[in-house]
């Protein structure tokens, strides 16, 4: 039963999460986005008493629950750790703690505390295990959600239906990509070969559960009545469950209740008392029958996972083959090719609005990704800096920020940035608008130009003569104290490869 309802709560979390990382319309969000407030880290940083309190209370009835039912990093190592038990079944066993794991597991607490109050987000971002799942989830697995969601959307266009839309597929950063990637192998390597090592080492989270959960209230073995089968320690992916010497190391366990079922004498039950005691079961043995059944009900769902597998295998190589397909067809009418923009050497990175100051964004924000994975208008991208490694900026290449979208500040479980309004948002500057007199068009093709003052959203541009001749061609000028800084005349000045009006951030958003 314990078992049952822990894999129920996985299972929902796992996929409600994957899905707000994945949806890109903002819809899920607003149903369950309330999944990514309850990760333990995002919870400190945003200052969420209720929900800190909450998972602490947890730990200290059931020990480190959260890290199997509510942890999608630790939900995934769970599911890698499966799929490894089909070729080699109870392929677990008991591993002695170690000194040296222990100084290093604690070691890695330490340093993840001092970086975040140090402001050091090249360390925080990268084992902080909610952030890690995040960027798994967006880097590798979203281009092949929006290709699976560009085909349905083909044949929906041609049914005559808009129930789907295409989206652009590209490359946000490249070291996020590869950040990404190493967290996967990393992760995949250690559930494969042993089961919660990557939890049981190097996770700050999975450290500091641990030592609270040494005072849980649900100490289940009733070791009177062990027999030393050893079966629940062949079950136990933390390797915790000493059968030789009849205890459990419950800073490594992970409250799976794996050996609830494996156990053919009831020892591991449910026995409430002091955290240093524990209380007889006065339950039955398990019948023989109930044992088979299990194993039917195991091998069924194995079944069921390697079905899960090949259709999944199967949609990714349609999508590929879709994408190849349509790159090779694609023309361009005879047009000429326009090159692409490139992003300028700003002195200060564009954060988002509501994250108030640089200073503040970079202590919060874990660089999840999720609000690059809900901006509609494809202007946040992860950092590749050192001093704000993965943490969301901005670049107005492919859109800009427009002043009715607030979505990043609703998505945020951090409160790196805060929720903002429409009508506060249109009256906050994250930056100003500059020109560069070399590269506009007006001084080098000698043409007419007024983009950026007929498209600045709020009168912040404007065109004054470029000489005094009587039909003189007109350049920009730019009033700074009423720009926002939201890129519309970055965006869309039609110089190349550099746009010759850019936005330079500012340290300190103000309201103007």
Not at 309 to 319: I, K, Y
């Amino acid at each position: 039963m314990m078992k049952n309802v822990r894999v129920i709560a996985a299972a929902f979390f796992m996929a409600a999460l994957s899905l707000l990382f994945l949806d890109y319309t903002g819809t899920v969000h607003s149903y369950l986005g309330w999944s990514a407030k309850l990760q333990l880290v995002p919870a400190i940083l945003a200052g969420s008493i209720a929900v800190i309190a909450g998972l602490l209370l947890l730990t200290l009835i059931f020990g480190r629950i959260y890290c199997s039912a509510i942890c999608p990093l630790g939900i995934f190592q769970d599911v890698i750790s499966r799929v490894a038990n089909i070729s080699r079944k109870n392929r677990f066993s008991y591993r002695p703690p170690r000194k040296s794991f222990f100084i290093l597991r604690f070691a890695i607490l330490g340093l993840f505390v001092f970086a975040m109050i140090a402001s050091v987000p090249v360390v925080t971002v990268l084992i902080e295990p909610y952030s890690a799942y995040g960027r798994m989830i967006s880097q590798l697995f979203g281009p092949l959600y929006q290709w699976g969601n560009n085909i349905l959307a083909h044949f929906a266009e041609r049914a005559d239906s808009y129930a789907f839309y295409s989206v652009d597929v590209w490359l946000k950063s490249v070291s996020a990509l590869v950040a990404a990637g190493l967290t996967f192998v990393a992760a995949s390597i250690f559930a494969w070969k042993s089961g919660r090592g990557y939890c049981n080492t190097l996770c700050p989270v999975g450290a500091l559960l641990g030592l609270a959960s040494q005072l849980c209230l649900m100490k289940p073995p009733v070791w009177e009545k062990c027999s030393g089968c050893g079966l629940c320690a062949k079950k136990c992916k933390s390797g915790c469950i000493d059968t030789v010497n009849k205890r459990v190391d419950y800073l490594r366990c992970v409250s799976c209740f794996n050996c609830y079922g494996a156990c053919p004498q009831k020892v591991f039950s449910v026995s409430w008392g002091n955290p240093f005691g524990v209380k007889k079961s006065t339950e039955q043995p398990i019948q023989k029958s109930k044992i088979e059944k299990s194993e039917m009900a195991e091998m069924t769902g194995n079944d069921a996972g390697r079905r899960n597998f090949v259709s999944a295998s199967a949609l990714f190589l349609l999508a590929c083959a879709t994408r190849v397909i349509s790159r090779t067809y694609d023309f361009d009418g005879g047009l000429a090719p326009l090159e692409d923009k490139k992003a300028p050497n700003r002195e200060t990175p564009i954060i988002p609005p509501g994250a108030d100051n640089v200073r503040h964004f970079r202590r919060h924000c874990t660089g999840c990704q999720l609000c690059v994975s809900a901006c509609p208008n494809q202007v946040l991208r992860p950092s590749s800096k050192l001093s704000s490694f993965m943490q969301p900026q901005m670049s107005f290449e492919r859109g800009y920020c427009r002043p009715e979208c607030v979505k990043c500040g609703q998505v945020c479980p951090t409160s790196a940035i805060r929720p903002v309004t429409t009508a506060e948002k249109s009256s906050i500057q994250i930056g100003y608008a500059v020109w560069n007199k070399d590269l506009c068009v007006v001084n080098v093709d000698n043409v007419k130009c007024d983009l950026c003052s007929r498209k600045c959203p709020v009168g912040a541009i404007t065109q004054i003569p470029k000489t005094d001749e009587e039909n003189s061609l007109k350049i920009p000028m730019i009033i700074t104290n009423r720009c926002i800084g939201c890129g519309a005349c970055e965006h869309l000045c039609p110089a190349r490869p550099y746009s010759a009006i850019y936005v330079e951030g500012a340290e300190s958003h103000r309201v103007i």
